[in-house]
């Protein structure tokens, strides 16, 4: 029983970290105003290129750096479209998810099923990883897991208290009103986009050479969109993106739990969505003030317009 | 030494859709001077001041400074140049604290930790400018003129070589404008050059040295203000006589058409904002509510209109209990409302002109049938309110957010007014509007008090108060501080009541005749 429960925490910890710095990266972007929902495409990006990199020069962290690389590149794409062409930012981001997924089913092709050799050495965090029961299940962990809270807290610590997160928040807010107080809209949006889109590839880059050590074509299977659903969860705020990220990691595993209880797989397996469907529906029972959604979010700004 | 000595704008053309908003505009401003811009509402004030700002592009012209042409393509090069403004409409983040809002704007605020300095540096300013205000309300929690408050200061604090003023001082009280023009008269001191738009002519004469005049984009005059008077002013802007003054004639009171009993209402703060008010309006009468913003004027405007729940109380129109009722229904009992934002409130700005001259009206059969909408007759009724109201567009098929300030209000005052309501909720109805249409508004609202209707004003303006209202109340912090007749001597002390700490009644043995 025991050990049941430490390798549930142990494996909960793990299914989180992907959405959990995703899931900041979308905070980010939308925090500035964009609705980006290209997340699925450049985590598969960010997965394939991790892969690829971290398998022909056998340095993990050079995957990564490549595919944080590649995810801010391919993220260019968006925010040109929606900042500089002021389109539609829905259609932007659909058409990014479809690139991502296409593109990284294309390149990765010849190394599908192939199992990667080099690992990523957990960090056991001296002291901590003494506690009883959680001690080794949440520091006993993956260099990804410390990096995904650590970022989710800088990048609290970035809106709330720094002057260039009042300056990304007030984008999302009021484009005009930012503008006249000496702020350029259009270069606060673009890096927003782009840095969100290194988070998503970071999260690729977990689940490739990480979680599963292994590539296949669509195996983000739609934790991007989680991510999206869980932006709203988290009301738009990184800190509380920690917790909603793990709670979800958990719905992820309870799936094997209680597979062994006769409960069909696919019903199981239906678990993550079923949840992100009933939290949007709560959510929006709330106070749509109280909500903290960017006002203009996904609003195209246009400069010289009343 | 200040970075800008001479400011000039040469041969500024601007058009929007083929319509001139600025035509061959020539300008100049000096280090140490204050140039008041006047204009009818439309003629191109706030278009111009947004081409030096770099919120616009010009069509043909140059800016200078200091006799180097210079191109602002963008607010941060303005700001760099040493330009600053307060906006006609609030630039305002509404979910955001006041305090974030200055540190958005604020040119020292450091990267870490903003908000700690810029309390520091509110706390010192406002012993200049009185700024009593918790700096972690968010700004939608905020009347009109407490927003107008945080825009100034915004402003002051940083300070600018060349400041803009677009309308500052529309819905401040007088005491509040006071302290605003002492300041100025500093900057001016220090070097500084403003540029001042306003419609109040007292504060243009009180504080320019010279006036531009404006109209239809075009310049129509200069002049010093030391050779000038009010009337000469208005003469120069509308090209005819203005009366300031308005001839309230006595009327006997009619019946009762609203009664407010003891409401208490919440305001977005949280907190009781109207606390136990009471009182009572009947035909034929102006009764205005004084006071300084953000005193319950709003809670209480919104209660009565159905706009906020009411907590306790009970208000009736006409005998018929109205509490709670929505905003639909209580308009279908004669109810109409001017807000005290009207951007916020009174437009749908991204639809078009005619949609807006219709809010809350749609219902009606004469625009509506079943489920449709008689186009016809509603844009019919537009170009009526146009017309009445003097509203300057291009076309009605214009989206209203492309009007001017002034246009905007006129239009709203157009579809509130001209159904001839039994009872208007007017706060600061002449927000905004140029002398003329003031004078048009006030002499509209005396017109409908003659044919039996009854108004309710809300106004920080002590001097419109005064010239329309039949019965004066002071409102402070969510209280009545008692209700007077305006010939009643004890109106001298209106600003000790607005300050609250004097209540009719006290040091009097009069008895309380407030309760009608
Ligand atoms: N972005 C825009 N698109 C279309 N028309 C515009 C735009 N900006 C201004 N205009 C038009 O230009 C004209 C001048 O407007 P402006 O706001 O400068 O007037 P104003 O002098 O400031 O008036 P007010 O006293 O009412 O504020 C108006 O007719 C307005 O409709
Ligand atoms: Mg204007």
């Known amino acids: ?306 | 030494m200040k970075k800008i000595q001479r400011l000039e704008m040469v041969d500024i053309c601007k058009s929007f859709h083929g319509v001139h908003a600025n035509k061959d505009i020539n300008l100049t401003v000096n280090s140490g001077e204050i140039l008041g811009l006047l204009g009818e509402n439309g003629a191109g004030k706030t278009t111009l001041m947004n081409i030096l700002y770099g919120l616009y592009q010009p069509d043909g012209g140059q800016i200078r400074i200091n006799g180097k042409p210079i191109k602002i393509s963008n607010p941060v090069e303005s700001i760099s140049h040493g330009i600053g403004m307060v906006h006609q409409h609030f630039m305002l983040v509404q979910n955001h604290s006041i305090i974030e809002n200055i540190a958005l704007g604020y040119k020292d605020t450091p990267f870490f930790f903003p908000k700690i300095k810029i309390r520091e540096r509110v706390k010192e300013f406002s012993r200049q400018f009185d700024f009593r205000m918790d700096l972690n309300q968010k700004v939608w929690q905020l009347s009109a003129g407490e927003q107008q408050r945080v825009e100034i200061i915004k402003a002051l604090l940083n300070g600018a070589d060349l400041l803009i003023l677009d309308e500052p001082t529309s819905v401040l009280t007088p005491q509040e404008i006071r302290e605003l023009i002492d300041i100025l008269r500093r900057m001016k001191a220090d070097g500084h050059s403003i540029i001042f738009i306003s419609h109040k002519l007292d504060e243009i004469m009180d504080i320019c040295d010279r006036v531009t005049v404006l109209q239809k984009g075009q310049i129509v005059g200069n002049a010093d203000t030391k050779d000038m008077d009010k009337q000469g002013l208005a003469r120069m802007m509308v090209g005819r006589d203005v009366s300031f003054k308005v001839d309230r004639e006595k009327l006997e009171k009619g019946s009762q058409v609203l009664s407010v009993e003891d409401i208490h209402v919440t305001g977005d703060k949280g907190l009781p904002a109207v606390k136990g008010v009471s009182f009572n309006l009947y035909k034929n009468e102006i009764f205005g509510i004084a006071g300084v913003a953000g005193n319950g004027q709003r809670e209480l405007a919104e209660a009565i209109t159905g706009i906020r729940k009411i907590d306790t109380g009970s208000i009736r129109v006409n005998g018929q209990n109205i509490t709670n009722m929505s905003p639909r229904k209580i308009y279908d009992y004669g109810v109409s409302h001017v807000p005290e934002e009207r951007i916020r409130f009174g437009i749908a700005p991204g639809l078009f002109l005619y949609d807006n001259a219709i809010l809350k009206q749609h219902h009606l059969k004469k625009f509506s049938k079943r489920y449709f909408l008689k186009y016809n007759q509603v844009k019919n009724h537009a170009k009526t309110i146009i017309s009445d109201f003097k509203v300057s567009t291009h076309s009605i098929n214009n989206q209203i957010r492309n009007l001017s300030g002034g246009n905007i209000q006129k239009l709203i005052l157009g579809r509130e007014i001209s159904e001839q309501p039994d009872l208007l909720v007017a706060s600061h109805p002449t927000y905004g509007l140029d002398v003329g249409a003031t004078e048009f508004l006030r002499q509209h609202l005396l017109q409908l008090r003659r044919q039996g209707s009854t108004v309710l004003l809300f106004s920080e303006d002590l001097e419109e108060i005064f010239e329309l209202c039949d019965r004066v109340a002071v409102i402070f912090a969510g209280e009545l501080m008692g209700i007077l007749e305006a010939d009643d001597q004890r109106l001298c002390d209106i600003g000790l009541m607005m300050a609250g700490s004097k209540r009719v009644g006290d040091n009097t043995h009069l008895p309380e005749n407030n309760q009608v």
């Open chain 1, 1 to 306: 029983m025991e050990e049941i429960i430490i390798s549930t925490i142990q494996r909960t910890m793990v299914a989180g970290t992907p959405l959990l710095l995703a899931t900041t990266g979308e905070v980010l972007c939308e925090r500035s105003g964009i609705l980006n929902l290209g997340v699925e495409g450049v985590m598969a990006v960010g997965a394939v290129v991790a892969f690829i990199v971290t398998m022909t020069t056998g340095q993990p962290w050079l995957g990564v750096l490549a595919a944080v690389g590649a995810g801010m590149a391919i993220s260019v794409i968006h925010a040109f479209a929606s900042v500089s062409l002021q389109a539609n930012q829905v259609v932007s981001g659909l058409a990014l998810t479809m690139l991502g997924l296409g593109l990284s089913g294309m390149i990765g092709k010849p190394y599908v099923g192939r199992p990667l050799s080099i690992k990523m050495e957990n960090v056991e965090i001296p002291f901590l990883s003494d506690i009883p029961y959680i001690g080794q299940a949440v520091f006993n962990q993956s260099p990804f897991f410390y990096l995904a809270i650590v970022l989710a807290l800088v990048s609290w610590f970035f809106l709330e208290r720094t002057r260039l997160g009042i300056q990304v928040r007030s984008t999302g807010e009021n484009p005009k009103a930012t503008e006249t107080q000496g702020v350029n809209v259009d270069l606060v949006r673009y890096w927003s986009v782009i840095i969100g889109g290194g988070f998503s590839a970071l999260a690729g880059a977990h689940l490739s050479i990480s979680y599963s050590k292994s590539w296949v074509e669509g195996m983000t299977a739609g934790r991007g969109w989680i991510a999206i659903a869980l932006t709203i969860f988290a009301l738009w705020n990184p800190g509380r993106a920690i917790w909603a990220s793990f709670v979800f990691g958990g719905i992820f595993v309870v799936q094997y739990l209680l597979q062994p209880l006769g409960i069909s797989p696919n019903f199981l397996a239906m678990l993550p969505y079923i949840a992100t469907l009933v939290i949007l529906l709560v959510i929006s029972f709330r106070d749509p003030r109280k909500l903290n959604a960017p006002a203009m979010l996904a609003a195209p700004y246009k400069r010289g317009e009343r």
